[in-house]
Nanobody, 124 residues
Framework: QVQLVESGGGLVQPGGSLRLSCVVS???????????MAWYRQAPGKERQLVAD???????KYADSVKGRFSISRDNALKTVWLQMNSLKPEDTALYYC???????????????WGQGTQVTVSS
């Protein structure tokens, strides 16, 4: 069973930093491949939005609101994606979710998985 497990959330003061991690388990590398990995966030009363994503080859994309402050990276061998968050603002407060696109190699079928979320709170 595929699972995405996030960690690294917490309470931080404005201007501070946090690093989120997400590890994918339950993937057989001979049958499946993890394609694009991403971080989303959802604040109370708001829709879930894309924060950043990264392809297998390392191409990244960021929401305008986090450009220059957040950095996404991954290690394909470790099946892990990170989100380095610097210069945090109160408006970054949200539940952060890891997301992965998993491709079945023999027929190209894709499935999408979510983690359970990790809370990030930016407050003085």
């Amino acid at each position: 069973q595929v699972q995405l497990v996030e960690s690294g959330g917490g309470l931080v003061q404005p201007g501070g930093s946090l690093r989120l991690s997400c590890v994918v388990s339950g993937i057989s590398g001979s049958i499946f491949s993890i394609n694009t990995m991403a971080w989303y966030r959802q604040a109370p009363g708001k829709e879930r939005q894309l924060v950043a994503d990264i392809t297998t080859g390392g191409t990244t994309k960021y929401a305008d609101s986090v450009k220059g402050r957040f950095s996404i990276s991954r290690d394909n061998a470790l099946k892990t994606v990170w989100l380095q968050m610097n210069s945090l603002k109160p408006e970054d407060t949200a539940l952060y979710y890891c997301h992965a696109k998993v491709v079945r190699l023999y027929d190209g079928t894709s499935r999408y998985y979510w983690g359970q979320g990790t809370q990030v709170t930016v407050s003085s």
